[in-house]
């Protein structure tokens, strides 16, 4: 069974989140900042995270710097709601980052699953 890390800091957003990928046969850790992200994340060593870009205290770009510098292995898809430019700039700058996948808020379950399923059957490969 595969392992989901979510960090998202609204707790609505990360419980649905959550519960899309249980029912979609992931074990799933939840965090809700950046810092108990990485706490997690060094903990459970998951395959696929699921992180905001925009949380308070350490946000998700400065979490996916530090995941990239200790894990090559798991998959991460940033995901972000701010709709303005700030946000697009962001998403952009994830990827260059080393983020292996974007996603703008509001998405559907349909496709964060697509997405989430695509990045770990490419980790099986």
């Keep these: 069974m595969k392992q989901a890390l979510v960090i998202e800091d609204d707790d609505a957003l990360n ?10 046969g992931y ?10 992200g990485l706490r997690i994340f060094r ?11 925009f949380m308070p205290g350490k946000d ?5 710097i530090e995941m990239r510098r200790e894990n090559t292995r798991a998959k991460i898809l940033l ?7 700030l946000s697009k700039q962001s998403l952009k700058m994830a990827q260059q980052l080393g983020a292996d996948a974007t996603l703008s808020k509001p ?19």
């Design 60 to 64: 998700g770009l400065e979490a996916l």
């Design 27 to 36: 074990r799933v850790s939840n965090a809700f900042t950046g810092d108990d």
């Design 15 to 24: 419980e649905h989140v959550s519960e899309l990928l249980r029912q979609s």
């Design 43 to 53: 903990s459970v060593n998951p395959d696929v995270v699921i992180l905001d870009i």
């Design 79 to 85: 995901i972000s709601g701010k709709q303005h430019l």
């Design 107 to 125: 998405f559907t379950g349909k496709e964060l699953l697509d997405l989430v399923g695509s990045l770990t059957q490419s980790a099986t490969a």
